[in-house]
């Protein structure tokens, strides 16, 4: 199945001479690498062809791997192959103009609940979008070229979304497909230090934020990053949604949720969860994403309440018919 589908793509691939990349809002490491690390591939494979980046938004985080294109005039749609990359539902595309190429393929790792394209790849049990990619890759390796670069795009990917190879969805095969990346002379020394070096004022939201993390009765562990943190810490959206992984250790707070005010007025939710999955609680709040990893969006502080509840109720249960957790 998923190998006809991949032979689909390639031979899209091989029509067009014209071929737009996309991916989701507020990027991450996966959706930049595996945009990013194709575009790599592609260019390397058929240098005739054109092949761009098209997005609208952008991370400070990740600039160390470098820019994307320009948008486009709409005309210039008119014969492209557009392929969105990591991007469960049309609204997250970082492209409006996604619907106005020719043909359009979607390539994604989340849960498929609004399906969309003319090809649709979706593998929900990968541990990130570049593991697709990299497996792409692997199965036309005959064909397709890639270097050193392109390896370090898709490597990032992988090693970030799978939580430094550390969740769940890591198998035998993404580490076989990440060694087959290593092998391409990626400087993992330099790789790492761009993704963990911190710049003070974030060490100092870090120590702050630490003291305001509550936990529910039974057990959520929760931090809300209203403006006014974000102002007095000078942080970025990026630095702010960051404060997630700082309630992540602890003991019997099998779920944690950082909530952060959005410039617009609406509150972004990053949920996370280990044990037991938490993608429909994000789904519930107008969102979505992994099992044990989605966001969602909240339009009030009294949405933040009914959330909490939601997901208080649902730890009390697991952890009232469930052994073994911490
Ligand atoms: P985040 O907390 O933003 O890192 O999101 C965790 C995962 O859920 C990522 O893979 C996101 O792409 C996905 N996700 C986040 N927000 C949403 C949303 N509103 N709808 C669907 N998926 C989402």
Redesign the pocket.
């Known amino acids: 199945m998923s190998l006809e589908l991949k032979k689909r793509i390639l031979q899209k691939i091989k029509e067009y001479n014209k071929i737009i990349i996309s991916r ?1 809002v ?1 990027p ?1 490491g ?1 959706c930049i690498g595996g945009t990013k690390g194709l575009k790599e591939i592609l260019t390397l494979t058929y240098p005739e062809k054109e092949i761009y980046l098209v997005n609208e938004d952008y991370s400070e985080y990740l600039a160390f791997l470098g820019g994307e294109d320009a948008q486009f005039e709409d005309e210039f749609y008119s014969d492209a192959l557009v392929i969105v990359l ?1 991007t ?2 049309t609204d ?1 595309i970082s492209n409006k103009k996604y619907n106005l190429g020719k043909e359009l393929i979607k390539i994604d790792h ?1 849960i498929d609940i609004k399906p969309y394209g003319d090809i649709s790849w979706v593998e929900d049990w990968r541990s990130s979008l570049c593991e697709m990619i990299v497996d792409f890759y692997d199965t036309f390796s005959d064909e397709l070229k890639i270097n050193s670069m392109g390896a370090t795009y898709l490597y990032t990917g992988m090693v970030t ?1 799978s939580g430094r190879f550390r969740h769940n969805t890591v198998t035998g095969t993404t580490l076989r497909l990440a060694g087959l990346m290593l092998d391409k002379g990626i400087n993992t020394e330099w790789l790492h230090a761009n993704l963990k070096m911190e710049e003070y004022n974030q060490l100092q939201f870090k120590a702050y934020a630490l003291g305001q993390i509550k936990v529910t009765e039974n057990g959520v562990a929760y931090i809300y990053v209203d403006k006014e943190m974000q102002e007095k810490f000078n942080l970025s959206r990026e630095d702010a ?1 960051a404060s ?1 992984a700082f309630a992540e250790n602890i003991k019997g707070s099998l779920i944690w949720v950082a909530f952060i005010d959005n410039a617009d007025g609406t509150i972004r939710v ?2 996370r969860s280990r044990f037991l999955t938490c993608n429909d609680i ?1 789904e519930n709040w ?5 099992e044990c ?5 909240l339009h009030s502080a009294d949405e933040i309440d009914k959330l909490l509840l939601e997901a208080d109720a649902k730890l009390k249960e697991y952890k009232a018919t469930h052994e073994g957790w911490l």
């Open positions: 989701h507020r991450d996966d990591d469960a539902s997250r989340h979304d949604s997630v990053r949920l994000g107008r969102g979505g994403g992994h990893a989605c966001g969602a969006t």
